[in-house]
């Protein structure tokens, strides 16, 4: 182990040893589509919370069971609840209006980012790039529709407006493929996101604190970083920080993840994604508030790349919870 290594894992084991231990409650599954990753991620980050010293209590909430929020003597609540009802505000105002302390944005922060039209109008007013989309509704009439969708050529992609994981995200490269995919989203979701395809390189920027982690690039075996690639052990999805980027362009995606970070006043964490086109424009595609915790999740990869292990990742976001 060189000395620099030998550093880091000191002053993780130090941070560890320095923290009093704390009571936490550590939310997971809940209602959402993503519940089995979330479940993942909720263990994950109990596991490495006892190994560093806490008391860990692990609850499976959801919105008609939130007696978890209830037991005394909580002292952060860390919410590993993916997608509806955890990503989305709900539980955020539930803790505080139990005055809890929690891991992660509050609920406004967490509202605007999981509406994934809300993010990129946010972003788009403080100059960064994102691709052009519109919102349909199912409520509005075919002639309405089609007006919409004549504003965007082929290919497009359609997704959930404010789904994660990219749970029945389509591209759809014919109009016959893009109505099908529409009429899909509208029936499940009743509205979708349709947005202008951008062919280019799939990047994100994890957010820990106020600092931008390094850029990390993914390489899928598919079409794109759909679920399977995500989570599927034999996927065969490369995570590459050696991407040959240069430093300019590395710094220019960092400062655009932390200005949209600021922008939808995010807090301890956060992922942000990018598509990076054949002229170097970095095009945000979405904001996440709570990562995935997963063997496969990007936050903790880039947490490791500068010298941060797992343990302690989730200690310091515990911490930062806590000194609020």
């Known amino acids: 182990m060189d000395s620099e290594s030998a550093a880091r894992?000191?002053?993780?084991?130090?941070?560890a040893r320095r923290s009093r231990a704390l009571d936490i409650t550590v939310l997971m599954g809940g209602p959402s589509a993503e519940r089995d990753v979330s479940i993942a991620s909720g263990?994950?980050?109990a596991d490495a919370l006892a190994r560093v010293g806490h008391k860990v209590i692990r609850a499976d909430i959801?919105?008609?069971?939130v007696s978890a929020l209830d037991r005394p003597g909580i002292d952060v609540v860390f919410i590993a609840l993916h997608g509806e009802f955890g990503e989305s505000g709900e539980v955020q105002g539930l803790c505080e209006a139990r005055s809890l302390r929690y891991t992660g944005s509050g609920p406004r922060s967490s509202q605007l980012a999981m509406d994934k039209a809300a993010t990129k109008q946010i972003c788009r007013r403080q100059g960064l790039?994102?691709?052009?989309?519109?919102?349909?509704?199912q409520f509005q009439v075919p002639a309405q529709v089609a007006r919409q969708l004549n504003l965007l050529p082929l290919p497009v992609v359609l997704k959930p407006?404010?789904?994660?994981s990219s749970v029945d995200i389509v591209i759809a490269r014919d109009a016959a493929e893009r109505d099908g995919a529409l009429d899909m989203l509208l029936d499940k979701y009743s509205r979708a996101l349709v947005e202008r395809y951008v062919e280019g390189r799939e990047i994100t920027v994890s957010i820990l604190g106020d600092e931008a982690?390094?850029?990390l690039e993914i390489i899928p075996s598919r079409e794109f970083y759909d679920l399977r690639a995500k989570y599927?052990?034999?996927?065969?999805?490369?995570?590459?920080f050696d991407h040959g980027l240069s430093d300019e362009m590395v710094?220019?995606?960092?400062?655009a993840a932390l200005t949209a970070h600021a922008a939808l006043g995010c807090r301890d964490m956060s992922r942000v994604d990018f598509i990076l086109d054949e002229h170097a424009v970095a095009h945000l595609l979405e904001l996440n508030t709570i990562p995935g915790f997963t063997s496969h999740s990007l936050l903790p990869k880039a947490a490791a790349r500068v010298g941060i292990s797992f343990d302690e990742l989730v200690d310091r976001i515990a911490s930062m919870a806590m000194q609020r």
């Open 232 to 240: 599927a052990d034999d996927a065969g999805t490369r995570y590459v």
């Open 62 to 65: 959801s919105p008609t069971d």
């Open 161 to 164: 407006v404010d789904g994660g």
């Open 129 to 137: 790039a994102t691709p052009e989309w519109v919102v349909v509704e």
């Open 43 to 45: 263990t994950a980050i």
């Open 9 to 15: 894992e000191g002053a993780a084991v130090g941070l």
């Open 213 to 215: 982690l390094p850029v």
């Open 251 to 255: 710094q220019a995606v960092q400062a």
